[in-house]
């Protein structure tokens, strides 16, 4: 459900302006799953990136994600799609980062008709899922 920066809690709006403070074209969202709102998502541009990024109601940070381009990938990971992953092309890939969990990339990949759907560790571009379709 969506809803205005004054409907959020004020440490969440708070939290949210000052880790994204050149954050532009917001939107927020109630997670509707409850009857009061636990957590509140926030999707929005940084320069031509998107991001959502989701807030608990005491205004910690729990889900970071950005839309990539591969040109912006980490080196480790470009090289880990180079080496094992050669002659696919890289769709959608996205950056993910759950509170307490380890930060991953997710990436579609695509090859002679084949798809993939693609989760590496950010630290050291180890395959945490691998999906064909």
Do not use: H
């Amino acid at each position: 459900m969506s809803c205005t920066p004054q409907a959020l809690p004020a440490v969440v709006l708070a939290n949210f302006q000052k880790q994204f403070p050149s954050a532009v074209v917001i939107r927020w969202k109630m997670d509707a799953r409850q009857t009061t709102a636990q957590y509140f998502v926030a999707s929005f541009k940084i320069g031509i990136t998107n991001w959502q990024v989701t807030y608990d109601k005491d205004g910690r940070c729990t889900m970071k994600m950005k839309d990539m381009l591969f040109e912006d990938l980490p080196q480790n990971i470009k090289d880990k799609l180079i080496k094992e992953f050669a002659g696919y092309s890289v769709r959608k890939p996205q950056y993910f980062e759950y509170l307490g969990a380890d930060p991953y990339y997710s990436l579609t990949l695509f090859k002679a008709g084949q798809v993939m759907n693609l989760r590496l560790k950010a630290s050291d571009a180890s395959v945490i899922a691998e999906r064909k379709q």
